[in-house]
């Protein structure tokens, strides 16, 4: 499972941006975009956040900011709030084609119909079990239940959808991380972040399994998820919000 990160404040916070496969960053003014030559030496993919509802395919200022990005060498787009039953099955088409035609991968989160999963490369599921009540910088931990969770996992996964989960949580709360990373880890999910809900102060990982290739599905015993792997097993507890490792030797 990659590591990313999802981070919307200066460059100058992190040092090692080496830490992640890739990187969701936005920054709308102009003359700071030049310094994200610098993260591309570090970062293998970088993705340029755009609100979806500022979409406008075949007109000159929105394609000669798609020019601007290409010229930057950027990876790809995250496409936020794609809600593509609120635009036009002509505005969506033309979007993707156009990000397309410059070689981006796109990341889409929001109300995306089965139609389209095919055509993006990740979908974020956004508060994947740790969520959050109240402003990003004055916040609560909601946790979101976890059947529902596994559910729209399932759903997602029926639709065509590669998964990314990007869970909120308080920075060093290692077992509420370990819980969102392991359970990320027994759905097979393509890649993982826990994020401070305001996206400006960045977390750095502090879970880390290398567990090899899944044996077999997961499966319910006494009331806990479990799934074997080549170097170990991973055992969530949903009634206690907890995730554990028991490695082989």
Not at 63 to 89: C, H, P, Q, W, Y
Not at 149 to 172: D, M
Not at 205 to 223: A, E, I, Q, S
């Amino acid at each position: 499972m990659l590591n990313f990160c999802v981070y919307y404040g200066w460059l100058t916070i992190i040092h090692d941006w080496s830490l992640f496969d890739f990187v969701i960053f936005a920054d709308t003014h102009p003359t700071r975009r030049d310094r994200l030559e610098d993260l591309l030496v570090e970062v293998p993919e970088l993705y340029f956040y755009l609100d979806a509802k500022s979409i406008a395919p075949q007109i000159k200022p929105f394609e000669d900011f798609l020019e601007e990005l290409k010229r930057l060498k950027i990876s790809g787009v995250f496409l936020d709030r794609f809600n593509t039953r609120e635009l036009s099955a002509e505005v969506v088409l033309l979007s993707i084609q156009s990000l397309r035609s410059r070689n981006f991968k796109i990341i889409g989160n929001g109300e995306i119909e089965p139609q389209y999963f095919p055509l993006i490369d990740y979908y974020m599921y956004e508060g994947f079990l740790g969520s959050y009540v109240g402003r990003p910088d004055d916040f609560q931990l909601d946790f979101a239940p976890f059947t529902p969770t596994e559910t729209k996992i399932k759903q997602l996964k029926n639709k065509g959808a590669r998964v990314i989960a990007l869970s909120y949580g308080e920075e060093k709360n290692l077992e509420i991380e370990k819980y969102c990373f392991l359970s990320a880890l027994l759905f097979d999910l393509e890649a993982f972040y826990y994020a401070h809900p305001s996206l400006l102060i960045p977390y750095v990982p502090n879970v880390h399994y290398n567990l090899g290739d899944p044996l077999d599905r997961y499966h319910l015993k006494k009331g806990k998820l479990i799934r074997e792997f080549e170097y170990g097993t991973v055992i969530i507890d949903p009634s206690k919000r907890q995730g554990f490792v028991t490695q082989k030797q």
